[in-house]
């Protein structure tokens, strides 16, 4: 099921259709993330019960009015251990959640970047952080996922490679809705940037072919 917002593409556009997968420790909030995704709002507790057979839902996101459609993958309650190459395969992007109250799921994201890099190494990554509402000042430290954490963690998978950081809470919605678009925003630019690549090539090798073969340059071997 789509979003209704819709707006006339033209042949460029037609085909802005991205894959993007959510991963991280069980626990970490991804299914209540994928409901927001799916706009069906907070909904308590989910048990592992509750998140078999969710699957994956498309959305019309309209960027710089064009319709940027996302798919969003969500694991169906399944452990990491039980994932396919098919989940990973073809993915543009990859959401690695981890919760900014759980250090340990935090460290499991080094594990998943395994998976990533022999799946989908070309795909983007978005780093999140799930649960900041639970952040209170009574917190001990020791049991937080520091921003220090996560900037080394972002420059271990390349600061090339990741699209956005970001810090929110599937529970009241804050930083959620901000970060699907931001999601639809970079994965749009960066296909609009090998395309322009391509298109740069491919005119450079037409206008050398059409140069006569006496004036172009050869080894004076």
Same mark, same amino acid.
């Given at each position: 099921?789509?979003?209704?917002?819709?707006?006339?593409?033209?042949?460029?556009?037609?085909?802005?259709?991205?894959?993007?997968?959510?991963?991280?420790?069980?626990?970490?909030?991804?299914?209540?993330?994928?409901?927001?995704?799916?706009?069906?709002?907070?909904?308590?507790?989910?048990?592992?019960?509750?998140?078999?057979?969710?699957?994956?839902?498309?959305?019309?996101?309209?960027?710089?009015?064009?319709?940027?459609?996302?798919?969003?993958?969500?694991?169906?309650?399944?452990?990491?251990?039980?994932?396919?190459?098919?989940?990973?395969?073809?993915?543009?992007?990859?959401?690695?959640?981890?919760?900014?109250?759980?250090?340990?799921?935090?460290?499991?994201?080094?594990?998943?970047?395994?998976?990533?890099?022999?799946?989908?190494?070309?795909?983007?990554?978005?780093?999140?952080?799930?649960?900041?509402?639970?952040?209170?000042?009574?917190?001990?430290?020791?049991?937080?996922?520091?921003?220090?954490?996560?900037?080394?963690?972002?420059?271990?998978?390349?600061?090339?490679?990741?699209?956005?950081?970001?810090?929110?809470?599937?529970?009241?919605?804050?930083? /959620?809705?901000?970060?699907?678009?931001? /999601?639809?925003?970079?994965?749009?630019?960066?296909?609009?940037?090998?395309?322009?690549?391509?298109?740069?090539?491919?005119?450079?090798?037409?206008?050398?072919?059409?140069?006569?073969?006496?004036?172009?340059?050869?080894?004076?071997?």
């Amino acid at each position: 099921m789509e979003n209704s917002n819709s707006t006339e593409e033209s042949d460029s556009e037609s085909d802005m259709s991205f894959k993007v997968i959510m991963i991280g420790k069980y626990g970490v909030g991804k299914s209540s993330l994928f409901r927001r995704f799916m706009k069906q709002g907070y909904s308590g507790a989910i048990t592992r019960k509750d998140t078999i057979g969710m699957d994956h839902y498309k959305r019309t996101f309209i960027i710089d009015g064009h319709d940027i459609k996302v798919t969003m993958w969500d694991t169906g309650g399944m452990e990491r251990a039980s994932l396919t190459g098919g989940y990973y395969r073809q993915a543009d992007g990859v959401i690695l959640c981890f919760s900014l109250t759980d250090p340990e799921s935090f460290n499991c994201l080094s594990q998943s970047m395994l998976e990533v890099a022999m799946y989908c190494s070309v795909s983007k990554l978005f780093i999140c952080g799930t649960k900041v509402d639970e952040i209170s000042r009574d917190h001990d430290p020791h049991s937080l996922v520091t921003e220090d954490d996560i900037e080394i963690f972002k420059a271990q998978c390349g600061d090339e490679v990741v699209g956005g950081v970001y810090q929110v809470s599937a529970k009241t919605g804050a930083g /959620v809705e901000e970060m699907f678009d931001d /999601v639809a925003r970079v994965l749009r630019d960066e296909l609009d940037q090998k395309r322009r690549e391509i298109s740069r090539i491919r005119l450079g090798a037409e206008l050398n072919e059409g140069v006569p073969s006496e004036n172009k340059k050869t080894c004076a071997c």
